[in-house]
């Protein structure tokens, strides 16, 4: 897939949260549109997966860290052919498949459920090293949230991954610099956080997260890394793609009302008939 064919799915996955999120009158749109290129390179470009056999031995392995975030990656699952799309009109429905935060037991294409912020990278670096000690091929990828780094048990995790030289696992910090109090530096600052990642013996690659050049570089670079994992912080913008969202941290656990939706909408619409020029 090219870059312009990958900006237009990033834009129908952001279109698929927003509606998403405004059937189910509640969630989380920040964060979910800032990491929707990342999610969506991911899963039209970067892994070794397959729709049809969601659980095959071989695949990649990906871990939504930020678990509230789901909206993307169930966006990005139906798009990519894991269920139909009408699932996502019911999402946090009592009994539905698609519930707040990803669940690997109701929903095909999830590798890992999430829940509590900073275990999901446990998860990741432990499927990582159950690929080394099988010694198979697969690689696994985790998305963080820059205020999730807050957290402990991510530093554990990430001074095991560093120790045992995982260079099959990629961590990827969506820096949107926002979390549900505000700014993540006057809540509790992680930064520098690159530099936090050289600490633990990662290879760091900063890059703009909305840059499908720089997004495709930094994952071709995060496969020639030996003998270390790789560390890739996305300098993303909270909200992107819809107007009053962008960079605004009270978006980062509240559903759009009809009209906020219809503005929403039309914002991304705009966006694809500019794409749809190139």
Known sequence: ??????????????????????????????????????????????????????????????VLSKGHVAPALYSTLALRGYFPQEELLKLRKTGAMLQGHPDMKGTPGVDMSAGSLGQGISVAVGMALSGKLSDESYRVYTILGDGEIQE??????AMFAGHKKLDNLVVIVDNNGLQIDGNIEDVCSPYPIADKFKAFNFHVIKIDGHDFDAIEAAFKEARDVKGMPTAIIAKTVKGKGVSFMENQASWHGAAPNDEQYAIAMADLEKVGEALCQK
């Not at 402990?152 to 995790?157: H, I, L, M, R």
């Open 1 to 62: 897939m090219d870059k312009l064919q990958l900006q237009k799915t990033a834009n129908e996955v952001r279109k698929n949260i927003v509606t998403s999120l405004h059937a189910a009158k509640c969630g989380h749109p920040g964060g979910s549109l800032s990491a929707a290129d990342i999610m969506t390179y991911l899963y039209f470009q970067e892994m070794n997966i397959d729709p049809e056999n969601p659980k095959k031995e071989d695949r990649d392995r990906f």
């Open 152 to 157: 402990g048990q991510v530093w554990e995790a």
